[in-house]
T-cell receptor, first 113, second 114 residues
Framework: GDSVTQMEGPVTLSEEAFLTINCTYTATGYPSLFWYVQYPGEGLQLLLK?????DKGSNKGFEATYRKETTSFHLEKGSVQVSDSAVYFCALSDRTSYDKVIFGPGTSLSVIP | EAGVTQFPSHSVIEKGQTVTLRCDPI?????LYWYRRVMGKEIKFLLH????????ESGMPNNRFLAERTGGTYSTLKVQPAELEDSGVYFCASSQDRRGGEQYFGPGTRLTVT
């Protein structure tokens, strides 16, 4: 079945460091890809998405490009801030079955001043 | 516009007791989903309602879990009787468009079974 794998955390970075969180997926169809974020004490929020190959999703300085050839959707940010400390989930939903989102295990990010 | 709300935010019950979680989706969203994250593992799909009908309940772990959505508005998820392994965070989400549309998540209910 469809699945998502992402790098395990926790990840600790200094402020203004470069962030990469790797994500790869397995899907039988043509999935849409997502990054969700959960800030401390809050619910899940959609951070960015891409619906087809080579699309780049971006939001709040974060970017991820849908790479079909490597089945990847790595999350990047050039300069992280303390306020970016959160848990990040890579996820997909399949075009043939939009009824469920399949999540990766989540990566906890801590940014220190 | 109000987001997805869930009640309670946290519930602590003893093994064998019953707990009912509630989710109020965004007004006008026909699709309502339940997910849960158990013991820091992946967030797993439980079931999907379209209006009041269960579209997909393939993720429901066993018959101790019962979800309802009477009238196609809010939904409840009842766990009876609760077991230790049911502890986790239960998320609800809603969406308007089934075809890849964004699912809006609630803050979750943290369930602790002791």
């Amino acid at each position: 079945g469809d699945s998502v794998t992402q790098m395990e955390g926790p990840v600790t970075l200094s402020e203004e460091a470069f962030l990469t969180i790797n994500c790869t997926y397995t899907a039988t169809g043509y999935p849409s890809l997502f990054w969700y974020v959960q800030y401390p004490g809050e619910g899940l929020q959609l951070l960015l998405k891409a619906t087809k190959a080579d699309d780049k999703g971006s939001n709040k300085g974060f970017e991820a490009t849908y790479r079909k050839e490597t089945t990847s959707f790595h999350l990047e940010k050039g300069s992280v801030q303390v306020s970016d400390s959160a848990v990040y989930f890579c996820a997909l939903s399949d075009r043939t079955s939009y009824d469920k989102v399949i999540f990766g295990p989540g990566t906890s990010l801590s940014v220190i001043p | 516009e109000a987001g997805v709300t869930q009640f309670p935010s946290h519930s602590v019950i003893e093994k064998g007791q019953t707990v009912t979680l509630r989710c109020d989706p965004i007004s006008g969203h026909d699709n309502l989903y339940w997910y849960r994250r158990v013991m820091g593992k992946e967030i797993k799909f439980l079931l999907h309602f379209v209006k009041e009908s269960k579209q997909d309940e393939s993720g429901m772990p066993n018959n101790r879990f019962l979800a309802e959505r009477t009238g196609g508005t809010y939904s409840t998820l009842k766990v009876q009787p609760a077991e230790l392994e049911d502890s986790g965070v239960y998320f609800c989400a809603s969406s308007q468009d089934r075809r890849g549309g964004e699912q809006y998540f609630g803050p979750g209910t943290r369930l602790t079974v002791t």
